[in-house]
């Protein structure tokens, strides 16, 4: 029997034809810091969407999903990062777009800790997480604190959690964060975050 907390992502693009990219915010954050990279991945990176701009900032870019999507990264690995969680030394930059909200938030706070424990000293961390501020997808089921379970629309199925902005700084202590800004329309308020492991 399947279990009802587990989204299947292999549709998500189909049912969510217009999902927003969000290279605007990505955009000023990498041309902000300034820097070219040597080795980056996309945890995350469904279908490369967000590709073309990290190939601006980076030689190589390696790219990690539960699904094959098949996209056009240097690398790509394929797992579940509650399980199989990627091996992160090796880069200096480390993006990931629209994945950790849609856990529950202390798994997701586990992940994002990780995730910075993973990293060298001076490797640079992008990612975005739902804003406290975005009700569209609080009208779903609770499921556990300040986390919901989507029971209509495209999104039925997924679970999308959200941080208030001192959660984020408090929660990350060995991310010294350099940028931390609040973009996008209703259901799609996100927290956009930078920084570099210290
Ligand atoms: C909302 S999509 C964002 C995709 C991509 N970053 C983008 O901006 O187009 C979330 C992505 O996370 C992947 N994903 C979901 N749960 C995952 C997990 N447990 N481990 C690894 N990837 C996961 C999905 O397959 C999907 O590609």
Same mark, same amino acid.
Do not use: P
């Given at each position: 029997m399947s279990n009802p907390l587990e989204y299947d992502w292999q549709s998500f693009y189909q049912l969510n034809s217009d999902y927003q990219t969000h290279q605007k915010e990505y955009e000023s954050l990498l041309s902000t810091l300034d820097k070219f990279y040597n080795h980056s991945i996309d945890i995350g990176c469904g279908k490369g969407r967000h590709l073309s701009l990290l190939s601006k900032y980076s030689k190589i870019i390696d790219g990690y999903d539960?699904? $094959?999507? $098949?996209?056009?990264?240097n690398h790509f690995y394929k797992g579940d990062i509650r399980h199989s969680f990627p091996e992160l030394s090796t880069y200096d930059l480390v993006f990931s777009n629209g994945l950790f909200h849609h856990f529950e938030k202390k798994t997701a706070n586990d992940l994002i800790v990780r995730m910075i424990d993973s990293v060298q000293d001076g490797t640079t961390i992008i990612f975005n997480l739902h804003s406290k501020k975005d009700s569209k997808f609080r009208q779903g089921l609770k499921i556990s604190k300040d986390s919901y379970l989507c029971e209509s629309g495209n999104e039925s199925g997924q679970i999308h959690c959200f941080w208030g902005k001192n959660e984020i700084i408090q929660s990350f202590k060995n991310l010294k964060i350099q940028y931390l800004f609040e973009s996008g329309k209703e259901g799609y308020k996100c927290w956009y975050v930078a920084g570099v492991k210290v």
């Open positions: 539960l699904v $094959d999507y $098949d996209t056009s990264v």
